[in-house]
């Protein structure tokens, strides 16, 4: 199905651009160099806001509080840890409205200038708004 | 970020991991950090031209490798290799290192690297300082200045713990399960040792000490990730975290300590508060208590009461009994006693801590937690005898001001005594 999801302000397509990197260095980033990033991606969002096509942007908490669920024949397992053993993981993510996939792309390359997060895009299929103010999390 | 701090970042994420498997490789840490250095040297100057590897701990494993084995033989015949050329095509072969530490023992080699820095001989504060030199890849400055010694002298103690461990032959095999589960004890608790040297705060400098807590924590959240299931492991990083988010409420402008019931609970951190009991609830899951856990539980206890009177001294209480059986000790017997003054008064909380007073005699929070129950049932004389006992036993000034704070409040009470 190639149904464009219509938003409302933007016309675009919505995109989750998710973000991986090696927790291990992430973890060790100092407090000072988390919140340059932090400011710098603020900056890069900011521009989104002011045009009313930024969604929510989420930031996970490390996974070593992960949980997975996972089916085993009949039998529904609760896993310690995230689903995947790698190098990577996904440590957060975004959702913006845009035009084209040229336009996610540029967005991508300047929120991550000067770190080596890899960033995942991916266009959307549903999108449903939820009903929470983002301040209901305690880890926020 | 600048190359260089991206780098660094890079560099101290990686390095368990290389250090691990350098130790594995050369089984001799002076050779392995050597090694390390080396690889670290190179990165620094490949990097920032090539751009990142895609797997930094695998990189620095095979440069270091190389350059060490380069340096034997460069000892052994004098003649000189050209070092630089066994790295000019990294490409191909990282793949393959990557494939084999994927499938081969990183973990064990992490657990390993850990693990000898908690060698039974060594004292606390020694296994502190080694862990720190080698594991986190601290400098003998930094470490010196976290302990409040000299330079020199930390050199000393480094380099000896080093020739005990030299000399401990810590086994290079790949662990069994029951070897397993006691290096990730033994580790666990050396960790925790490097919490406490940053959160007691008994000496050094205070923001150095502080780094501290947030290295036992890094360390803490990579070994939960190479043991995902283990709830004591979850338990401990739990506690540090919970403990660690008072941290900006425990002492005031001046320094003095501030104790639970007085700090602005305002100036915790929520984020890390909210990370701590998404740990303790996935740990209790597990239906396998243990001493973290229930410290954590019982942390967690205090993190959720939004004022002091909103803590459940009943449960508390209930999680200090566990742990009595679990670990019987007189100090956590005085810890119940807190939780029991609470739900059943003064009274109750001294007559339980009565029988500890000989055991006790020489503990500095034993006679600060009596002079407060005995002040509290209105016995001002013998709560200022156990005030100044507790003055006697202050190992910092913070320690003493705390006491003489409730000193000067009794002198307040009775202006004519």
């Known amino acids: ?140 | 970020m600048t190359d260089r701090a991206w780098i660094e970042a890079a560099l101290t994420g990686a390095r368990p991991q290389a250090m691990g498997a350098l130790l594995r490789y050369f089984r001799d840490l002076d050779r392995a950090e050597e090694a390390f250095q080396e690889a670290c040297l190179r990165a620094l100057k490949h990097w920032p031209l090539k751009g990142p590897p895609r797997d930094p701990a695998a990189w620095l494993i095979f440069v270091g490798r190389n350059a060490a084995l380069d340096s034997v033989r460069r000892d052994s015949r004098n003649t000189e290799l050209p070092p630089e050329d066994r790295i000019s095509d990294l490409e191909d072969t990282e793949a393959d290192i990557v494939e084999r530490l994927d499938n081969g023992h990183y973990r064990d080699d992490i657990l390993r690297l850990m693990f000898v820095c908690c060698h039974p001989d060594l004292p606390a504060t020694q296994q502190v300082a080694l862990a720190l030199r080698i594991v986190s890849g601290l400098t003998v400055p930094e470490i010196a200045s976290a302990f409040l010694v000299g330079e020199k002298a930390m050199e000393q103690r480094i380099t000896r713990a080093k020739r005990r461990i030299a000399e401990a032959n810590v086994p290079f095999a790949a662990p069994d399960a029951d070897e397993r589960a006691e290096r990730l004890g033994a580790v666990a608790a050396m960790l925790y040792l490097v919490f406490n040297e940053g959160y007691s705060a008994s000496s050094g400098d205070s923001v150095v000490r502080a780094s501290l807590c947030d290295e036992a924590i890094r360390l803490m959240r990579l070994l939960l990730r190479l043991f995902p299931a283990e709830p004591e492991i979850m338990g401990l990083l739990a506690l540090m975290i919970l403990q660690h988010a008072r941290s900006a409420a425990r002492t005031d402008a001046e320094g003095n300590a501030v104790l639970l019931e007085d700090q602005d609970r305002g100036l915790w951190n929520r984020r890390l508060i909210g990370e701590g009991l998404e740990l303790v609830d996935k740990a209790l899951r597990h239906r396998r208590s243990g001493p973290y856990q229930i410290q954590a539980a019982i942390a967690a206890l205090h993190a959720r009461a939004a004022r002091p009177e909103d803590t459940d001294w009943q449960e508390i209480d209930l999680l200090y009994q566990m742990l009595e059986r679990l670990q019987p000790s007189p100090v956590i017997t005085l810890n119940r006693s807190v939780a029991v003054a609470k739900t059943r008064g003064a009274e109750a909380a001294l007559d339980m801590i009565a029988p500890l007073s000989e055991r006790l005699a020489g503990y500095f929070y034993y006679h600060g937690v009596r002079g407060a129950f005995l002040r509290e049932i209105g016995r001002d004389e013998d709560a200022r005898e156990a005030f100044d006992r507790a003055i006697a036993l202050a190992r910092t000034p913070a320690e003493a001001a705390h006491i003489r704070m409730h000193l000067d409040k009794l002198a307040a009470k009775n202006p004519l005594s």
């Open chain 1, 1 to 140: 199905m190639l149904a464009r999801l219509a938003t409302e302000k933007g016309t675009g397509m919505l995109y989750a651009l998710l973000c991986y990197h090696d927790e291990g260095v992430v973890t060790s980033w100092s407090k000072a160099e988390d919140d340059a990033v932090l400011a710098k991606r603020r900056r890069v969002q900011q521009e989104m806001v002011d045009k009313g096509r930024m969604g929510p942007a989420i930031r996970l908490v490390p996974t070593a509080s992960a949980t997975t669920i996972r089916t085993s024949g009949s039998e529904q397992l609760v896993l310690d840890g995230p689903f995947a053993e790698t190098k990577e993981q996904l440590l957060g993510l975004y959702i913006v409205d845009c035009d084209s996939l040229e336009e996610v792309v540029d967005f991508a390359k300047r929120l991550k200038e000067g770190e080596s997060t890899t960033f995942e895009i991916r266009p959307m299929r549903i999108f449903e708004k939820g009903v929470l103010s983002g301040k209901e999390t305690l880890a926020s």
